[in-house]
């Protein structure tokens, strides 16, 4: 029986992926992340279910639920928050599996940094401006490889969505600002994007905490910075008159 690692989305219910749902639906048992997905997503498991909540769970008895399933020859499902590959902590449940002979498979899902730029209305990569998203974080009781540092990754000016940071924006702005971004450069906050209860907090670099702080948010929130806040008149010209592609022959 294959283990499935499932992308929730970033919190709407209708954002998990059509596969993510069917398999949630077919599921005996659902192991989910209890602080982070969306309970309304277990509307979709079927009656008799057995649902375990991973927020009060260690790696040792998550992997023991996993084989009591299997060794009952039922299926589980592991439902993860956002994309499961971005700050998902699968890396390590998946070697355990490895090790036990368990087969897995993983269904993507759409990450928090997508419902962030929904929520901003924006574009990360705007022609002529930039090119490159940079998904990182801040250090904290899991630090960075020091090749990673923010101050330094900052440095490429490219659009930037900072995760599992909301303790620690003084220290993001300081580090903004050390790379040579300006404290009046726009900034936002993206709380609990594509939940009922969504916030969108604008800001600048140098105001990141004290917004943080007005609003009452504390978690589960990204920080985007970067020329992809600017509005920059520079658009694509993909879909111009004037512009030939393997489809279509320019027409002016």
Same mark, same amino acid.
Not at 151 to 173: K, P
């Given at each position: 029986?294959?283990?499935?690692?499932?992308? +929730?989305?970033?919190?709407?219910?209708?954002?998990?992926?059509?596969?993510? *749902?069917?398999?949630?639906?077919?599921?005996?048992?659902? =192991?989910? $992340?209890?602080?982070?997905?969306?309970? @309304?997503?277990?509307? #979709?498991?079927?009656?008799?279910?057995?649902?375990?909540?991973?927020?009060?769970?260690?790696?040792?008895?998550? !992997?023991?639920?996993?084989?009591?399933?299997?060794?009952?020859? #039922?299926?589980?499902?592991?439902?993860?928050?956002?994309?499961?590959?971005?700050?998902? +902590?699968?890396?390590?449940?998946?070697?355990?599996?490895?090790?036990?002979?368990?087969?897995?498979? !993983? /269904?993507?899902?759409? %990450?928090?940094?997508? $419902? @962030?730029?929904?929520?901003?209305?924006?574009?990360?990569? &705007?022609?002529?401006?930039?090119?490159?998203?940079?998904?990182?974080?801040?250090?904290?009781?899991?630090?960075?490889?020091?090749?990673?540092?923010?101050?330094?990754?900052?440095?490429?000016?490219?659009?930037? &969505?900072?995760?599992?940071?909301?303790?620690?924006?003084?220290?993001?702005?300081?580090?903004?600002?050390?790379?040579?971004?300006?404290?009046?450069?726009?900034?936002? !906050?993206?709380?609990? +994007?594509?939940?009922?209860?969504?916030?969108? &907090?604008? /800001?600048? =670099?140098?105001?990141? $905490?004290?917004? @943080? +702080?007005?609003?009452?948010?504390? %978690?589960?929130?990204?920080?985007?910075?970067?020329?992809?806040?600017?509005?920059?008149? #520079?658009?694509?010209?993909?879909?111009?008159?004037?512009?030939?592609?393997?489809?279509? *022959? @320019?027409?002016?």
């Amino acid at each position: 029986m294959t283990v499935h690692f499932i992308g +929730a989305g970033p919190g709407a219910p209708d954002l998990i992926t059509v596969r993510g *749902q069917n398999l949630l639906a077919q599921a005996d048992v659902i =192991i989910y $992340a209890g602080s982070l997905v969306n309970p @309304a997503l277990l509307d #979709k498991a079927r009656p008799g279910c057995e649902i375990h909540d991973s927020a009060t769970m260690t790696l040792d008895q998550t !992997i023991d639920v996993i084989q009591t399933a299997q060794a009952a020859g #039922k299926m589980t499902v592991r439902l993860h928050s956002g994309d499961p590959s971005l700050y998902g +902590a699968i890396h390590e449940q998946m070697r355990r599996l490895d090790q036990l002979g368990i087969d897995y498979d !993983i /269904c993507p899902g759409v %990450s928090s940094f997508s $419902a @962030a730029a929904a929520a901003l209305r924006i574009e990360y990569t &705007v022609p002529e401006v930039t090119q490159s998203v940079i998904v990182t974080r801040m250090p904290g009781r899991t630090p960075m490889p020091p090749r990673e540092a923010v101050a330094e990754l900052a440095r490429h000016g490219s659009s930037m &969505v900072i995760f599992l940071s909301t303790g620690l924006l003084n220290e993001l702005s300081a580090d903004l600002i050390a790379a040579g971004h300006s404290p009046e450069e726009p900034a936002a !906050i993206v709380h609990k +994007a594509s939940w009922p209860d969504e916030r969108v &907090v604008g /800001c600048t =670099i140098a105001t990141l $905490a004290t917004a @943080a +702080a007005e609003q009452g948010i504390r %978690s589960t929130a990204l920080i985007v910075v970067g020329p992809c806040l600017t509005h920059s008149d #520079k658009v694509s010209r993909l879909y111009a008159a004037d512009f030939s592609t393997e489809f279509r *022959q @320019a027409s002016l």
